[in-house]
Each structure stands twice: as C-alpha cells, then as structure tokens.
C-alpha cells in the first residue's frame, strides 16, 4: 500500500478563500507532484518537485502554488478560490531510481468545490 | 507534443468474462513508457501494468495483459476473467525517458463488472 496521505478527501468553500490542500508521504521520495482531474477528463500535471525547494510547473497551467520545504510535505495554495478552480486534486511521489523501474504513488485526492 | 486518446468512455463486463480497452497515443519520441492504471471508486489509482516501448514483448500482470503495437501506436488493455473488484475508471498514460513521473493521461475509460 502506498503511503501517501491528502487532507482534506472533500472541501466546500466560498469565492475568495485561501486554500491549502496537504500532501504528505513517508517514503522517501524525492519527487512529487499534484495533477489537477476534472471529470470526464484527463489528468493534467500541474505542479513538481525534483526535491527540497525544487518546484517547478507542469503542463497545464495553474493558478495554485506549491512549497517543498521538507522532503516528505509538498502542499498545494489557492491564495483566492474561484468556481474555475473545483477540481480533484490528485498528488503523487516516486522514487529516483533512475526512471526504469519508476513507480508512482497516488494519494486519494482531494475534490474541491468553490461556490 | 504527446497526447493519449481513450475511445471508449464506459465498458460493461459480466465476471468471468475478458474486456479489452483501447488506448491510443501519438508521440515523435522513440523511446517512452506506457501505463494501465485503475481508479477504484473513492480510492486511491494504482499502477496496473507498464510497457517500456524498447521491449517487443507484451506485458503481463496475472489477469491483466496488453497488446502494444509500436508502430500503430496502440496500446490496449485485456482484463481477462473479470471480477467485481475490478469496476474502476481506467486511465492509460504515457511518460518519456527524460519526463520522469510526469505523466501524460487518458480521459480514462469506466469499466463496470456485473454479477
């Protein structure tokens, strides 16, 4: 079982709140990463991390931050929610194995929904 | 750019029976990854089966196989004596060797297993 944690599974939130969606895992990894779900649709990689302080943006862009400040938390920030913004929030980790036995474990998601 | 197309929005299977799901991709990358992986209802995706592009030979999990061609850039998925543990949405992804963990999904197709 991966070890991989979201909080919260669900939040419900007004226009215009600061959010933050944890994400924490005990294995280890050095990278991490959040993909943004709407349904019916594909997942899209929005924000990575390489390691401690290392975060970069992904394919789709995003309005949200991230933070790497400890190797096993990489937290996702609305800084002011919008409905654009209802999603499920997918984060992920993988080991630096050099990528041919590369494995990615998910959390359970965190699905938002601004009013 | 890659991009990963899945034909087949829901697929409904008795138990016991085989299905297969479709999964197409384009990519000028010669040398890539290809994932099955299965969202369970309110649970978290995990890795079903992987496919590194340099092998020829079809991978195999148990129940699970696939039928990758290279050059029609196809890669479908065989779940084979279906069990009601296996209803779950399924997303097929793709990765390039130098975009580790960074993965380029499917909208996912929706397998129901009936009784």
């Known amino acids: 079982e991966a070890d991989i944690y979201q909080t919260p599974r669900y939040l419900v939130i007004g226009t215009g709140k600061k959010i933050t969606l944890e994400c924490s895992q005990t294995m280890g990894h050095d990278k991490m990463y959040w993909y943004q779900q709407d349904p019916g649709m594909e997942l899209h990689l929005i924000h990575y991390?390489?390691?401690?302080?290392?975060?970069e943006k992904g394919d789709l862009s995003s309005e949200s931050t991230v933070s790497r400040i400890r190797t096993e938390h990489f937290p996702l920030t609305l800084e002011s929610a919008r409905p654009s913004h209802t999603s499920q929030y997918l984060c992920?980790?993988?080991?630096?194995?050099?990528?041919?036995?590369?494995?990615?474990?998910f959390g359970s998601g965190t699905q938002l929904s601004v009013l | 750019a890659q991009t990963v197309t899945q034909s087949q929005p829901e697929m409904s299977v008795q138990e016991a029976e085989t299905v297969t799901l479709s999964c197409t991709y384009d990519t000028s990358e010669n040398n890539y990854y290809l994932f099955w992986y299965k969202q369970p209802p309110s649970r978290q995706m995990i890795l079903v089966i992987r496919q590194e592009a340099y092998k020829q030979q079809n991978a195999t999990e148990n129940r699970f196989s696939v039928n990758f061609q290279k050059a029609a850039k196809s890669f479908s998925l065989k779940i084979s004596d279906s069990q009601l543990g296996d209803t779950a949405m399924y997303f097929c992804a793709f990765m390039t060797t130098d975009s580790w963990g960074k993965l380029q999904f499917g909208a996912g197709t929706q397998v129901v297993v009936t009784p």
């Open positions: 991390s390489y390691g401690v302080n290392s975060t």
């Open positions: 992920a980790s993988s080991e630096e194995k050099g990528g041919r036995n590369e494995k990615l474990f």
